[in-house]
């Protein structure tokens, strides 16, 4: 099996700053693409950044230039980075991991998520 265990959030004021933490255990044969979604409440989850094995970023519109995803393959973890964050961030925010498994039929991808984590700006 494979666990994602997100820390990092909390509460911070407006214009603050936060670092979300994914790290990702259990029978893993590859990560490929690494990502963050939230979802506010009466909102549909959405994206919020993504990156391949080989670094490939991808934001969204609203977080680009604020929030950055970086990942160290060794430790199996991603990151986020926000900076100057406004009350419109409040989310749970969730990590997905595009993962490759050796089953008895050969390599398998699978999406795994996270339990989330809460991102709380305050006005």
């Known amino acids: 099996q494979v666990q994602l265990v997100e820390s990092g959030g909390g509460l911070v004021q407006a214009g603050g700053s936060l670092r979300l933490s994914c790290a990702a255990s259990?029978?893993?044969?590859?990560?490929?693409?690494l990502g963050w979604y939230r979802q506010s409440p009466g909102k549909q989850r959405e994206l919020v950044a993504t990156?391949?094995?080989?670094?490939?970023?991808n934001y969204a519109d609203s977080v680009k230039g604020r929030f950055t995803i970086s990942r160290d393959n060794a430790k199996n973890t991603v990151y986020l980075q926000m900076n100057s964050l406004n009350p419109e961030d409040t989310a749970v925010y969730y990590c997905?991991?595009?993962?490759?498994?050796?089953?008895?039929?050969?390599?398998?991808?699978?999406?795994?998520w996270g339990q989330g984590t809460q991102v709380t700006v305050s006005s």
């Open positions: 997905n991991a595009r993962i490759t498994r050796i089953t008895s039929v050969g390599p398998r991808s699978y999406d795994y």
């Open positions: 259990g029978s893993i044969f590859s990560i490929n693409v």
């Open positions: 990156i391949t094995s080989g670094g490939i970023t």
